[in-house]
C-alpha cells in the first residue's frame, strides 16, 4: 500500500505531489513496517523469490511454501486494489476514463512494473538479476551473527533503507520490481480492473521477467555471500551462544 500509493501520487499529481525519492522512500517504508508485522509470526516472507530460495536451500519445509507464496499474492493484490479505490476519482480524471498501459497517460505502472522504452529484455532481465543479488547481499549481511550483524532490533529498518538503497541507484531501467509477489498480483488485479491483457504484452511480454530475474538473483546473492564471507567467518564462540535468549530466525 505504502510503495504503490507513493507511486499513484507521483504519477497521477503530474510530479506537483513527489518525485522518484518519493517511490523509494514509500517502498523502503513499506518493507520496513512489513518486517515489524510479520518478523516475529513468519520470519517476515514478503518475497516469493527469497521464500523459494530458502526451500532450495532446506532453510524451510517445502509444504510451507503454498501457504507463504498465497499470503503475498493476497496482500499484494489487494494493496492494489486498496490504492485503486482511494485513486479511483484521480485516475478516472487523469485518463478520462481510459485505463492504457502505455502512452501518455499510461497508468499501470502505477501497480506493476514495465521496462523503459530503450531497455532490451535482456538489459532489463540483467537490471532485475542484479539488483536481487544486491537485496540477498544485504539481507545476509544485516543478519550474519558470525560477522558484523546489524543491532538487534535495527534490522527491518536496515532492511527497508536497503530497499531504498537499489531504488535509488537501480529504478530507471525497470521499476526494480526484485520480487515476484510485488509485481504480478497487481498486474494480474489491472487486467482485471480495466486495463486488459495488454498488461501481460507490453514490453515484449515483460512480465515473465519479473518473476524469473529475481530467483536467479536471490539464488545469485546466496552463493556470492556463502564464497566471500560466509566461508571466511569465524564461528561465534560457544560462551556468546549460552549467554543469551533463544535466538529468533528470520529471513
Request: with cysteine.
Amino acid at each position: 500500500v505504502f510503495g504503490l500509493s507513493s507511486v499513484a501520487q507521483v504519477v497521477l499529481g503530474k510530479g506537483d505531489f513527489g518525485q522518484h525519492l518519493s517511490i523509494n522512500l514509500g517502498f523502503g517504508i513499506g518493507v520496513t513496517l512489513g518486517i515489524h508485522a510479520a518478523g516475529g509470526i513468519s520470519g517476515a516472507h514478503l518475497n516469493a523469490a527469497i521464500t523459494l530460495t530458502h526451500c532450495i536451500l532446506g532453510n524451510l519445509p517445502w509444504r510451507k511454501l503454498p501457504a507463504y507464496l498465497i499470503g503475498q499474492f493476497l496482500g499484494s493484490f489487494t494493496a492494489a486494489a486498496t490504492v485503486f479505490g482511494i485513486y479511483y476519482d484521480a485516475l478516472y480524471d487523469y485518463t478520462k476514463g481510459n485505463f492504457t498501459v502505455t502512452g501518455p497517460t499510461a497508468t499501470a505502472s502505477i501497480f506493476s512494473t514495465y521496462p523503459a522504452p530503450y531497455v532490451s529484455l535482456l538489459g532489463g532481465f540483467f537490471t532485475e538479476f542484479t539488483a536481487t543479488v544486491m537485496l540477498l547481499l544485504g539481507i545476509l549481511i544485516i543478519h550474519d551473527e558470525k560477522n558484523n550483524a546489524a543491532l538487534k532490533g535495527t534490522q527491518a529498518l536496515l532492511t527497508g533503507i536497503l530497499v531504498l538503497g537499489i531504488g535509488l541507484g537501480m529504478g530507471l531501467n525497470t521499476g526494480y520490481a526484485i520480487n515476484p509477489s510485488r509485481d504480478l498480483p497487481p498486474r494480474v488485479f489491472t487486467a482485471i480492473a480495466g486495463w486488459g491483457m495488454d498488461v501481460f504484452r507490453a514490453g515484449h511480454h515483460w512480465w515473465w521477467v519479473p518473476l524469473t530475474a529475481p530467483i536467479l538473483g536471490s539464488l545469485a546473492g546466496v552463493l556470492i555471500h556463502k564464497l566471500f564471507i560466509d566461508f571466511h567467518n569465524q564461528p561465534v564462540p560457544k560462551s556468546e551462544n549460552e549467554k543469551g535468549q533463544p535466538a529468533v530466525e528470520t529471513s
